[in-house]
């Protein structure tokens, strides 16, 4: 047996086959790797053109001490055909954590695809049968599962072949975490500011326990090519503290990177020429007609919310067909001339409202207009594409030399014919597979790394381009968000914030999110908010039928820092007086007719939030950093939903149940330093009793002051400010009145 050990960690490894057989936290006495099952798995994987492989001919090791004080071993594999597999594993001293480390040199006629390593397999329970266990990770921007070893399937559901940076399918960041509430935990990131390919992986194996790997992708593959992460891997040992534990971690990192070199957006100078994105739009919609009339909507949603509104307007603007099931463009004639409903424009700028062309950025027709030229830089799959997502539609590689001259010509056309506010991309850097197969584009085959600097070569001279037809800075935006393209990418949407009425990312647990044993968290907000960009999210309507959990979906998206988004994608809108529905031959997909009327009672709803988005809140939610929430106690309630703008072909489609969430939700923010936001939303239809300490954050050490001042928002006109005493101990009650939002704000 190899033993790697510090006052902290105790890791071993068989001396056979330098696999993991066990990890223990010798302070908190779990053994969270027991061995039963790893004596026989494998140390690593190969993946080449016939699949997956951990076989070897031979293997070596060689234990040193590392200074100061730690431990290192060196592990060495030869497999049959001349592939040389390292690793190198080094445990700091006293109760530092682990690295790893890892290559392949390959001496073969095969093509090496990925390494996995490391493997750290057959994890059990920390808590009494996995009740109080969690795996956190940044699946679609954060996801929390309870319980995985109960709810995870070998083969099945799980968090398997999560690539990165690719955060529909995959990781939106580097790490991710296991642990059992106040119990213990693990904590598990690549420290990588390149942006390489890789897959954050936590899943069951087929021994039926929970396994934790990385795959690392090869970005130059051929006979006798290998493959060398330039980073390591590090595990760590938690006290499991929430997730929250596990992304202070990661931020102490990742805001030393070079995708936070900006700084942050409250202390940019440049913020002030696209600050209507942050300060002035207060909600968003997404996917009206851009080609049919739908003034009497916009000035419906405009007059009940009262706020500045980002219109995201749909995909039916091009010259030939942009649809969900007509196809879509090629080359720039398909593009152009644009056919945008002109008094859907010029309402827009007479309530001061703001909008963005919809964009299905890198698919491309190849049969259109500069066919030829598109195919030729089509962007090329690997039969296995180690995602779930088949990545099925026809895609241009970004790296290719006419991908970057198309893309920058298009959309400084597009500014210069209809002098947009702001530009949105749908399927793009941040949803597809960082690989392209076709080397004749001018990268390596697999390439990886160069498919997302290329990208980010694109987005910026595009962005350069608009801005210098517009004469102004002209916001961007994606579909879903990645780290590596903070400071560039204005703003995003993402959907999983209305699951389960939603549909898309988050899909392959969607069970668990309808049982509630898995839920979207925070964990990119948190991580990153205060350096951008703004999330649009909810997929909502104003309408009755969509049912209850609307209003926890619409506080939940504002307390963390997001616009809430109507959206028309895939069915009618409102009914309006007299029954008026927009007809589904004039939309871009064949939806069914509902009739189901506008609600000015939601919409006021809404409209508390939104007001508090431009307002009070503003400076917090917009610009402000994340902080650990409060502990309070509050009740659980069930709430209804109905979720029936989707394809029709799914099985998503007309679904519906009941979502048992807190009654009252609850957020923390502070601004510069300089203050603290502490937010409450009672999204119930009764009133409801907060009781919580304020004691961490009242101004000074260990101070209390006498009251704070509790404010309260309601529809309309309703706000009220309370003066409510804080006890000995720093604890403060106080009511919320139904689905009102409460604001307390201290100074620091």
């Known amino acids: 047996m190899l033993v790697l050990q510090n006052e902290r960690i105790r890791l071993e490894l068989s001396e056979e086959t330098g696999a993991v ?27 080449t053109d016939d699949g997956f492989s951990g076989a070897f001919a031979a293997f070596s090791y060689t234990l040193e001490p590392s200074e100061p004080g730690g431990q290192r071993v060196h592990l060495v594999w030869q497999t049959e055909n001349a592939i040389t597999v390292r690793a190198e594993i080094w445990l ?24 996995e390593y490391p493997i750290l397999p057959d994890f059990g329970t920390i808590t009494d049968e996995g009740q109080d266990d969690y795996a956190a990770h940044s ?13 995870f399937e070998a083969g099945g559901k799980g968090l398997r072949f999560m690539p990165y940076p690719e955060s529909f399918s995959g990781a939106a960041m580097q790490f991710f975490t296991y642990y059992g509430l106040n119990r213990g935990g693990v904590y598990f990131a690549a420290a990588d500011g390149d942006g390489h390919p890789k897959w954050l992986n936590f899943y069951k194996n087929d021994s039926g326990l929970l396994e934790a790997s990385f795959m690392h992708g090869c970005q130059d593959m051929g006979p006798g090519k290998g493959i060398y992460p330039p980073y390591p891997i590090v595990v760590e040992l938690t006290e499991g503290r929430d997730w929250y534990e596990a992304a ?14 900006k700084g942050a957006l409250a202390d940019r100078s440049e913020t002030a020429a696209y600050e209507w994105l942050y300060k002035d739009m207060g909600v968003a919609t997404f996917g009206i007609n851009a080609g049919s009339d739908r003034t009497a909507w916009l000035k419906a949603y405009h007059d009940t919310i009262g706020t500045g509104m980002f219109h995201v307007l749909g995909p039916d603007w091009t010259n030939a067909p942009q649809t969900f099931y007509k196809g879509f463009p090629g080359g720039f004639d398909d593009w152009f001339p644009t056919r945008f409903n002109e008094a859907n424009l010029a309402y827009i700028k007479e309530a001061g409202d703001k909008f963005a062309p919809f964009e299905f950025d890198y698919l491309y027709h190849f049969e259109g207009a500069d066919g030829e030229l598109g195919r030729a830089a089509a962007q090329k799959f ?11 539609f026809p895609f241009l590689c970004p790296a290719h030399p006419y991908a970057h001259e198309f893309h920058v010509r298009r959309d400084a056309e597009l500014q210069r014919a209809n002098d947009v506010d702001a530009i949105y991309y749908d399927i793009s850097a941040n949803n597809i597979l960082k690989i392209c197969m076709d080397d004749s584009h001018g990268h390596p085959v697999g390439a990886g790394r160069l498919i997302e600097e290329a990208y980010r070569r694109n987005y910026a001279d595009t962005k350069a381009a608009m801005a210098g037809a517009a004469g102004r800075y002209v916001p961007m935006g994606t579909e879903m968000m990645n780290e590596t393209l903070l400071g560039l990418i204005d703003y995003y949407q993402a959907r999983a914030g209305g699951q389960p009425a939603a549909p898309l990312e988050l899909w392959p647990i969607r069970d668990l999110l309808k049982s509630g044993d898995a839920e979207l968290i925070p964990m990119f907000a948190y991580v990153y908010q205060e350096y951008g960009a703004v999330r649009m999210d909810g997929w909502g309507k104003l309408v009755e039928e969509i049912g209850s959990l609307y209003f926890f979906t619409v506080a939940r998206t504002y307390l963390w820092g997001g616009l809430y988004e109507l959206n028309y994608e895939y069915s009618p809108m409102e009914a309006l007086a007299g029954g008026l529905e927009n007809a589904p031959e004039e939309h871009y997909y064949p939806f069914e007719a509902r009739g189901y009327a506008f609600s000015e009672r939601r919409a006021a709803y809404l409209g508390t939030y939104a007001k508090l988005r431009v307002g009070a809140a503003n400076k917090y939610w917009a610009y402000g950093r994340m902080l650990r929430p409060l502990e309070f106690e509050t009740s659980r309630i069930r709430m209804d939903w109905f979720h029936y703008n989707h394809g029709k072909e799914t099985p998503e489609y007309n679904d519906a149940g009941e979502l048992a969430v807190d009654a009252v939700i609850h957020a923390a923010w502070t601004y510069k330093g300089e203050s603290t936001g502490l937010f409450f939303a009672n999204v119930s239809g009764q009133e409801q009793e907060v009781k919580t300490k304020l004691a961490a ?27 409510i005493a804080v006890t000995n101990a720093g604890e403060v009650e106080f009511h919320i009145p139904a689905r009102c939002a409460a604001m307390i704000e201290l100074s620091v």
């Not at 990890?23 to 969270?32: H, N």
Request: with cysteine; hydrophobic share 35%.
């Open 21 to 47: 057989s066990a990890l223990r936290d010798s302070a908190a006495g779990i053994d969270y790797i027991t061995g039963s099952g790893s004596a026989g798995g494998d140390a690593f994987r190969l993946e």
């Open 92 to 115: 700091a001293a006293g109760d530092g954590g682990l690295q790893f480390r890892c290559s392949a040199d390959n001496g073969s006629p095969v093509r090496l695809l990925s390494l």
């Open 139 to 151: 699946f679609a921007t954060g996801v929390k599962v309870r319980n995985p070893m109960k709810h």
């Open 248 to 261: 202070d971690r990661y931020k102490g990192w990742a805001l030393q990177q070079k995708w936070c070199s």
């Open 382 to 392: 690997p039969e296995l594409k180690k995602s779930v997502d088949g990545y099925k």
């Open 697 to 723: 954050y009242l101004p000074g050490a260990n101070r209390v002051q006498g009251s704070v001042t509790v404010r309260l928002y309601g529809t309309g006109e309703h706000a009220e400010q309370l003066d």
